[in-house]
């Protein structure tokens, strides 16, 4: 057998595995689809342990004592990160008029 006759022979073998791994690859994506639509409602997660949790539930944590805890902490975290995002650029614009205003002055 020559070289290119196997090259050939290998690239052959090489492309079957891959379109049967493709083939298998959509027929579990294909049920697993088929598996959500009949059995899981649309819903959403709670944010700090992924659990699931109703839809229209707000915050969008779970009922455990520890996770609703946690997410008001975050949610206090945040605030302050946001309130500093405008505190820091005003106190700074502030003090550029001051200088400003007391180099006229
Ligand atoms: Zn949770």
Request: aromatic letters at 2%.
């Amino acid at each position: 057998m020559s070289r290119a006759d196997k090259i050939a022979k290998a690239a052959r073998r090489t492309a079957q595995e891959a379109r049967d791994a493709a083939s298998k690859r959509r027929q579990e994506e294909r049920k697993k689809r088929a598996n959500k639509s009949l059995s899981v409602d649309a819903h959403r997660h709670c944010v700090v342990c992924w659990s699931p949790i109703p839809l229209d539930r707000d915050p969008a944590v779970c009922t455990e004592s520890g996770c609703i805890e946690k997410n008001e902490k975050r949610e206090a975290a945040r605030k302050r990160l946001t309130l500093m995002m405008y505190l820091f650029p005003g106190i700074a614009v502030l003090l550029l008029i001051l200088q400003l205003a007391g180099g006229v002055g």
